[in-house]
């Protein structure tokens, strides 16, 4: 537990002395101490708006990839090169959820 809290102390701090990171953090910061302090607050999205931001999350992911795999981001050290097993996984999501949105652009991201 103490090197957990160690791991995260240093990645807190990293992540801290980028601006771009801090500005994030700091706006964010205040979001979601409202959020917690009210035990009884509605989720802050829709389901639809949920599974929509996440699918543009994905979709954000394959942009900044050179090879429009999918790859993750790590606060501290940026995105990552793609992951071609989770991708891959990915693939039947944002075709279904392109089928029940009716969007063509994100079949034609997702096969491509």
Known sequence: MIQSA????????KTLNNPINRTF???NLKQWKTIYQ????????TFDEALEKA???LLLSQSK??????GSF???AGWSSSYPETTGYIIP?????????NNTEII?????
């Open 25 to 27: 953090f700091i706006r």
């Open 93 to 101: 999501s944002l075709l279904k959820y392109a089928s029940l949105s």
């Open 65 to 70: 990839m050179k090879d429009n795999g999918i």
């Open 55 to 57: 699918t543009n999350w």
């Open 6 to 13: 160690k791991r995260y102390a240093y990645f807190l701090i």
């Open 108 to 112: 034609k991201k997702a096969i491509s």
């Open 74 to 76: 790590k606060i501290a």
């Open 38 to 45: 009210n035990k009884h607050h509605s989720p802050p999205y």
